[in-house]
């Protein structure tokens, strides 16, 4: 059996093989990596990504949305879209679903429309247009002009709450509109609460239901001028005759003189609206917009000075610290200034702010590269993320497999909290319960679903049957669960993973057991065709078979063919290849 210490050092060096790993010192610290980022990468195709102001893991997330539904809305922007409808302050990066956009603001200038513009329109009716030659992008920095209402538009943020500055033109009719109601792919708002506390601040809540089933957002936001009001809460339909929607929106007014500034500060929080509040208190007591800049920017550097690398060439500078910079936008913060966060039971806890909780931990996308990587450059910020998955463990019921906002989505396969725990144990990276970690593990990779806290509809997902159909008969049959072989494949990895664990802990019956497990990627091998096969019940393996063909999400594999599922045996190499002949 490989070890995993040499896995974890071969893993190193290749690494270490294009670039110098810094120990942060001051001539790393003073060079500005943040000058070499260019946020709108990925912006475009379909990369899904967001050119928000963010600091890094940071709990809100304030950028342009400029397109409302289908796969080219998961993280709100489009790089091809000509219009911007506001700013909201939540986004996920580069996922293949989409959610947030949550408390979108936009300023105006004249006469505020917000009727509504249909079911297929990617537009609000008070969008603006706007040229990317007014737009900016930066690590903790984002600004455009809105050419519909000549306003100049500039974010940043801390951790848990941003600032706005919008520089205005003269007008006896400038304003704000904030929409509550709106969110990317139009999710249900099941339940929401819109309220002005005073002529400068306004607060609000809301549950929506889309990806995550429960997903609660609260927000303060305090204005640098007194504004007049009107609410907006009367129910609306997208189309005529369409279902009536529930509708909730502040229109702001106040008079403007040529280039006025108007600052406005937002909070977010996942536990109530004076966690929202408190976070605004706690990191922005003052209204000072080109400090937070410099700080936001600061932290960037202090992420990306990690890793060094050794090149002049400016396109390679930018490529790498752009992927980098992409590193740090998920999993998010989700503990309060006040140490509180919304558990996984959806229950308000009293947690810690030096040990804080965090959200979106997409496993599936992640075990493989990113918590790898997190072992060499940062393993406290590693072990602060397991932390986050064995307390979401406590709170369930299961360790998840995709988390957002607290919620099991049961997104994707494979039990992989399994792999980060065991990578950086093995790394000597033991800064958790590593009992509780273990007893998750185990608990994970059987076929249990009591005890879980999640919808009806998740369940299936998050527990999927293949478990069951793997631990009662030693494979999963093709005709008895969806993508039984990427799920086979991934379970004898995960499997192997808590075999090193229990060797580890001296659990001698559970190393046997979970060691077998690992070899059962050898059921699939198809000695004839040398793929990985979808095997039926009864033994036969699934015809027709092509290695090319590939039906999304609704074959043996997932996202992929037998000529990529193939080689996932990351565990037993030599194993594959004896398989294969040689």
């Given at each position: ?39 709108f990468?990925?912006t ?15 709990m ?105 500055r ?15 109601d ?33 997903q ?36 702001l ?29 706690a ?14 920017r600061?932290?960037?550097n ?13 396109d ?22 006040d ?6 039971d ?7 702010v ?62 992989h ?54 631990n ?15 799920k ?25 057991k ?69």
């Open positions: 059996m490989k070890n995993m210490k040499m896995i974890a050092l071969q893993a190193g060096c290749l690494l270490l093989l294009g670039m110098a790993v810094c120990n942060c010192t001051s001539t790393a610290s003073e060079e500005d990596y943040a000058s070499y980022v260019n946020p990468i990925g475009g195709g379909h990369g899904h990504t967001y050119p928000g102001a963010v600091v890094p893991n940071g809100i997330q304030p950028g342009p949305d400029t397109r409302i539904y289908q796969w080219d809305a998961c993280s709100g922007y489009y790089y091809e879209d000509s219009t911007i409808n506001g700013f909201s302050h939540t986004h996920l990066s580069g996922t293949g679903c989409g959610d947030y956009g949550d408390v979108l603001l936009m300023p105006t200038v004249g006469r505020q429309e917000y009727h509504a513009m249909g079911e297929k329109s990617q537009q609000m009716a008070y969008a603006s247009a706007f040229s990317h030659e007014n737009e900016k992008a930066e690590p903790g920095y984002y600004s455009v002009f809105l050419d519909r209402y000549g306003v100049q538009a500039e974010l940043t943020a801390t951790k848990r709450a941003a600032i706005h919008y520089t205005f033109p003269e007008s006896e009719e400038s304003g704000f509109i904030l929409d509550l709106y969110s990317l792919q139009r999710q249900k708002n099941e339940e929401m609460e819109l309220e002005v506390v005073s002529d400068t601040e306004i607060r609000g809540r809301k549950k929506t239901v889309y990806w995550a089933f429960d609660y957002i609260n927000f303060y936001a305090k204005f640098s001028k007194p504004f007049t009001y009107t609410m907006v809460t009367d129910s609306m339909a997208l189309d005529e005759g369409g279902p009536l929607l529930p509708t909730a929106k502040v229109l007014k106040f008079r403007t003189k040529k280039d006025e500034q108007v600052l406005v500060k937002v909070g977010v929080s996942a536990v109530d609206m004076d966690g929202a509040r408190k976070n605004v208190e990191e922005l007591p003052e209204w000072d917009f080109d400090g937070v800049r410099r700080s936001a600061q932290a960037w202090d992420y990306l000075s990690k890793i060094d690398i050794e090149t002049a060439d400016k390679q500078r930018t490529i790498f610290y752009t992927a980098l910079y992409h590193t740090g936008m998920h999993p998010n913060l989700f503990t309060d200034a140490g509180r966060y919304l558990g996984m959806l229950k308000a806890h009293q947690g810690s030096e040990q804080p909780v965090y959200t979106i931990f997409s496993l599936w996308d992640t075990f493989r590269a990113y918590h790898p990587l997190m072992t060499i450059i940062d393993p406290d910020l590693n072990q602060a993320f397991i932390r986050s998955l064995i307390q979401k463990e406590r709170e369930g019921g299961v360790f998840p497999m995709w988390e957002l906002a607290g919620n099991y989505t049961g997104t994707m396969i494979g039990y909290a399994a792999s980060l725990i065991a990578d950086a144990y093995m790394k000597g990276y033991r800064d958790f319960d590593v009992q509780a970690a273990y007893r998750g593990c185990l608990r994970t990779a059987e076929y249990d679903t009591a005890g879980i806290k999640c919808p009806p509809l998740v369940l299936p997902h998050l527990m999927s049957q293949a478990k069951y159909w793997k009662k008969i030693g494979y999963v049959p093709c005709d008895k669960d969806n993508e039984a072989v990427a086979a494949l991934e379970y004898a990895y995960d499997d192997w993973c808590i075999s090193v664990l229990a060797r580890e802990l001296g659990d001698t019956v559970n190393q046997r979970y060691a077998d497990f690992s070899k059962g990627y050898v059921k699939y091998f198809d000695p004839s065709t040398r793929f990985m096969r979808g095997l039926d019940s009864k033994g036969n393996w699934r015809t027709p078979f092509n290695p090319r063909s590939s039906n999304h999400r609704n074959d043996d594999y997932c996202e992929g063919t037998a000529w990529q599922w193939t080689w996932f045996v990351p565990h037993d190499v030599e194993g594959l290849v004896e398989l294969m002949g040689g």
